[in-house]
């Protein structure tokens, strides 16, 4: 079978995203998602050792602090994993996204505005961000699987990658200077402004083209 070209699959993706609005809020959660974990992998640690050592703390103890917390929410990731699995097998996959987004919002804010990271009150907000995270990353992938149409779905998904992977330095970019510039808190606003801009999105998407079954593929 003929290759096609790289330039004809790339705008076959585009095409499928401007004509089913459902890809397009599929992208952009991947756009806002993938950038979520570099923001807990990269400044939540940054911003928990500086309140580490602010408090007085050695550098292994604000380290191990911030591991504590790191782990709490990854692990609330993982219990959260088979509950939302359950929500995506019988949801309309848009509303899922919707809600995800919304969760992830919440955590955040509450997250961004917090004085510390790394006592005992930020616990709550660890959880919620863990179960944000998962819920966005996994409610996206789903929405994309379900709406790629089978004869071009490899262009599909890379194209919902590659909005992911811009993400990722988009987001890695703004939250450094902010980081800086406003407070270590910072890019977690940016990033909870940014996943309700996208839930907004997704609402509105979700009141024009109605349901979907969940089990529902695209031809």
Request: net charge neutral; charged share 10%.
């Amino acid at each position: 079978q003929q290759q096609q070209p790289l330039a004809e699959l790339i705008h076959e993706a585009l095409q499928a995203a401007r004509q089913n609005p459902r890809i397009m809020v599929a992208c952009l959660t991947a756009f806002v998602a993938r950038g979520d974990l570099v923001v807990i992998s990269t400044f939540f640690a940054l911003w928990a050792n500086q309140a580490g050592q602010m408090q007085g703390l050695a550098l292994e103890e604000a380290i191990r602090k911030a591991a504590t917390f790191i782990i709490i929410i990854q692990g609330s990731s993982l219990f959260w994993a088979p509950v939302w699995g359950f929500v995506l097998d019988r949801w309309d996959r848009l509303s899922a996204v919707c809600l995800a987004l919304l969760i992830a919002s919440i955590a955040y804010f509450w997250v961004g505005f917090s004085p510390s990271p790394i006592v005992a009150a930020f616990i709550p907000a660890a959880i919620l961000l863990g179960v944000g995270e998962f819920s966005a990353i996994m409610s996206g992938a789903a929405l994309i699987g379900q709406s790629a149409p089978v004869d071009i779905r490899g262009s599909i998904l890379g194209l919902f990658n590659f909005c992911g992977s811009i993400g990722i330095l988009c987001i890695v970019f703004i939250g450094g200077v902010v980081f800086d510039a406003w407070m270590p808190g910072a890019p977690f606003v940016v990033v909870g402004v940014l996943n309700f801009a996208v839930c907004l999105t997704a609402i509105w998407v979700r009141r024009r083209v109605g349901y979907e079954r969940p089990h529902t593929e695209a031809r």
